[in-house]
């Protein structure tokens, strides 16, 4: 299979720190608590990628469960992670994204619990978010534009 390009365009709202994400034509708001200097119209840029590792790893259970012969009745991801604002707001020397990250995996299946750690097992080891999050080369920008 060749190699997948995936693509987020996302613009400022113009109104406070909102901004709007256009995903494959789906629109998603990102915004920030009153507290961070948002109106809380949607889930913040942390809570996205928390989302995503959970959306990730229920994509993946679902789609691998019939190879390890489990039978799904229901899957559920909850995904935590500590951040200290100190860090992007630099007042404090420690890093701006998280400090831990933090999931805990329910699967409702009556099939062998063996087969049921051998998917997790599985899904774990191939989550491209999971992978992400253990760090990715980074690309510098290109064409800033300043007007």
Not at 7 to 33: C, F, H, L, T, Y
Request: charged residues 25%; aromatic residues 4%; proline residues 8%.
């Amino acid at each position: 299979m060749p190699k997948l390009t995936f693509s987020s365009d996302v613009k400022w709202s113009g109104e406070g720190v909102r901004s709007v994400a256009d995903i494959n034509g789906k629109q998603v708001i990102i915004d920030e608590p009153p507290v961070l200097g948002g109106t809380d119209q949607g889930p913040n840029p942390v809570e996205l990628v928390l989302a995503a590792l959970g959306g990730c790893i229920n994509v993946l259970v679902s789609l691998f469960a019939s190879h390890h012969g489990v039978e799904l009745k229901g899957v559920q991801v909850h995904v935590e992670g500590d951040l200290d604002p100190d860090g992007f707001m630099e007042k404090a020397d420690v890093r701006p994204g998280f400090l831990e990250i933090r999931y805990h995996i329910d699967i409702d299946s009556p099939s062998d619990p063996k087969n049921v750690q051998a998917l997790i097992e599985h899904v774990e080891r191939v989550c491209p978010v999971k992978d992400t999050l253990r760090g990715v080369p980074t690309v510098p920008i290109t064409n800033q534009k300043t007007s």
